[in-house]
């Protein structure tokens, strides 16, 4: 199973994007979901999750406030709206399905089980 991310892009910063998390032939409904990115040289960490049942989420204090995880599920896509971008949040951005998730607690890689192949998203003047 091979998730897609997709959405990314060059946005000047305070601008936004919509990232968009999908999977063809894969019900993504009642999964868990996390969000991960890494910029050059860094580790991936997670920036956001949402559980199986759309309760409970988990947002990185770097992002707390500006990003928003959702889910549609009459098109199988989880989505990550992302305001006021800054120029740190730079990087490549993944969707995985988790494993293993508790609400206001980082999912860890360890628990990424199907990964997208990942979305740049610039945010550069």
């Known amino acids: 199973v091979q998730l897609q991310a997709s959405g990314g892009g060059l946005v000047q910063p305070g601008g936004s994007l919509r990232l968009s998390c999908g999977a063809s032939?894969?019900?993504?409904?009642?999964?868990?979901i996390g969000w991960f990115r890494q910029a050059p040289g860094k580790e991936r960490e997670a920036v956001s999750g949402?559980?199986?049942?759309?309760?409970?989420?988990f947002y990185a204090d770097s992002v707390k406030g500006r990003f928003t995880v959702s889910r549609d599920t009459s098109k199988n896509l989880v989505y990550l709206q992302m305001n006021d971008l800054k120029p740190e949040d730079t990087a490549v951005y993944f969707c995985a399905t988790l494993t293993f998730f508790k609400a206001n607690q980082a999912p860890a890689i360890e628990d990424g089980y199907y990964w997208g192949q990942g979305t740049q998203v610039t945010v550069s003047s």
């Open positions: 949402l559980s199986s049942s759309n309760t409970f989420t």
């Open positions: 032939g894969y019900n993504l409904n009642y999964q868990a």
